[in-house]
């Protein structure tokens, strides 16, 4: 091979990579506009969202494969939450979406059910007790600060459970099963940090939409006094 096709060959590579690495979502410390830092298990191509079908399986009487647009036909609903992270930061914004129990009214948990296990398409994963899913607060998001979800943020679909981290709120979400015990969460496998329900605990937070040097003290639960 002469040294222009190699040059040629070699851009071309580079290219593609660059390419390939733009189409993934990654990780990032840098708050975003809203004040969220991007976190990621693993480094995961978008979801095609023409394609996509939330899979929700299991204890149901029902079965179901949604597409987005009967997930988007469900009961919507709006909320204003902080999403605290176990990382000692936080950020909030108006989310929009549907409560589980519009979920359960179509696939019918069978009475043995007592949890649902959470799968996303960045392999991370999670449980919650069906009493914890249908929490007021709980939310399955499609929208973030009045517009659609976007890939960056967990598109096309999310949880946000506000009295809990967000490693809890999980992103990217694929499928749903409904099964007779929930097991804690894929964090806990990570580091000793993490607990299996995550509820927030007193301490301090840092609000990143507030200000990068701000620190508030918490009382543990949903943060609601800012």
């Given amino acids: 091979m002469n040294r222009r096709r190699f040059l ?33 298990y693993s480094p995961v191509s978008p ?26 036909k469900l009961n919507h609903e709006t909320q204003s939450s902080r999403m605290k992270c176990v990382q000692c930061w936080s950020s909030r914004t108006s989310w929009g979406g549907f409560r589980a129990g519009s979920l359960f009214d179509i696939v ?16 991370w994963y999670e449980y919650f007790t069906l009493e914890d899913l249908l929490s007021n ?11 659609p979800l976007e890939d960056r943020h967990g598109a096309p679909l999310r949880l946000i459970d506000p009295k809990r981290y967000g490693y809890k709120s999980a992103k990217l979400i694929t ?7 929930g097991k804690g969460s894929m964090a806990c496998d990570i580091g000793p940090y993490y607990s299996p329900t995550g509820e927030i605990k007193a301490g301090y937070d840092h609000p990143l939409d507030i200000g990068a040097n701000v620190r508030r003290k918490i009382t543990g639960g949903e943060i609601v006094e800012y």
Avoid at 108 to 123: E, M, S
Avoid at 137 to 147: D, I, N, Y
């Fill in 137 to 147: 607060r709980v939310l399955f998001a499609m929208e973030m600060a009045g517009k």
């Fill in 47 to 72: 979801i095609d969202q023409g394609t996509y079908r939330l899979k929700v399986s299991g204890l149901v009487d029902k079965p179901q494969n949604i597409a987005l647009p009967d997930l988007r």
């Fill in 8 to 40: 040629a060959t070699a851009a071309s590579v580079a290219s593609l990579q660059a390419d390939t690495k733009a189409r993934l979502l990654l990780p990032s410390d840098t708050p975003d506009e809203l004040g969220f830092r991007l976190m990621w």
């Fill in 175 to 181: 499928s749903i099963e409904f099964v007779a015990e």
């Fill in 108 to 123: 019918k948990p069978k009475k043995t059910a007592k949890a649902v296990r959470v799968d996303c398409a960045d392999k």
